[in-house]
């Protein structure tokens, strides 16, 4: 837990883009291994493909992910205007979550940058976007719910991402990213993992209870002085319900999707000298189809 849920309780007292288009292959190794294989067919080609495509929509949407940690606490200060009566109140209450934004974005595109490095590799192309490397350390550093552990391992992803490019890895040197960098990645997905599991379904909770005790004071007010406003009131309850409950399926779904990343980097680096097998290559096939819906579902839910 990398936010203190009392410290978050207390911002709401109870009350009644690698974004360039060459690099939308995103989250997956998948596209590394089968790529990387001699003799892979077009079927194999094929699906690779699809795969990075429904894998660009994930990536696109995470900073909607991200920026919704700020907008949660504002719509939860919004309804409860007893306490935080105006809008500066608000802002300053929720300022905390606003500042996690750009280190969050920075980190998730961390993984995504070594994703799409791996599948460079095993293509034997060189990696050619070092440049932006310094930034997304920078961005990473503001990130300040992040152990120093985490810290450590994001960077050490950008440092070898940073070498590959310098020194113009290719192909051969795909089984040394996997064995450099399976530790670091590992502890980068759990780091992503609490903030959105954990920290980001607390906040979303604490919204959906600010709603819950709104909607039933107002309704109260109103069931016998005005029935039809009270109903109206009904409707758009079950609606923000429903809103709240597709936000948390969602970042169960997201930290789904990184636990199956992690497994499958384990794979590949418990299988590192074998990549080429047959057994290795449909072991990436059963991720690549079990992430599909998953990445599907938490699209929609940002849609």
Known sequence: MLLNGSHIAKSFPKSPKIHHSDRKIGFIVLTSVLLSIGGCGIQDIIAVQNFAAISAKSTEKFPILASDFYKSCLRAAILDSETIPTRKER?????KFKQLEPGLIATHRVVEAYMLALGTLASDKTIDF??????????VKTLNVLKPAQTDAITGILNF??????????????KDA???????LQITLEALKSIIGEDYKRLIKIE?????DYYKQKILELKD?????ALALRNQWKEQSEIID?????????VEILNEIGKAHQQLYDNRNTLDSEKMIQTMVGYSRRLQPLIEDF???FS
Request: charged share 30%.
């Open 91 to 95: 802002e300053e209450r929720c300022a």
């Open 130 to 139: 070092a440049s932006e490397f310094a930034n997304l350390g920078t961005q």
């Open 161 to 174: 991402l940073a070498s590959a490019a310098t020194d113009g890895y290719r192909r051969e040197k795909l």
């Open 178 to 184: 996997i064995q450099i960098s399976n530790t670091n």
């Open 208 to 212: 959906s209870d600010t709603i819950d």
């Open 225 to 229: 002085k005005d029935p039809v406003a």
């Open 246 to 254: 597709k936000k948390l399926s969602a970042a169960d779904d997201y």
């Open 299 to 301: 699209v929609k839910a």
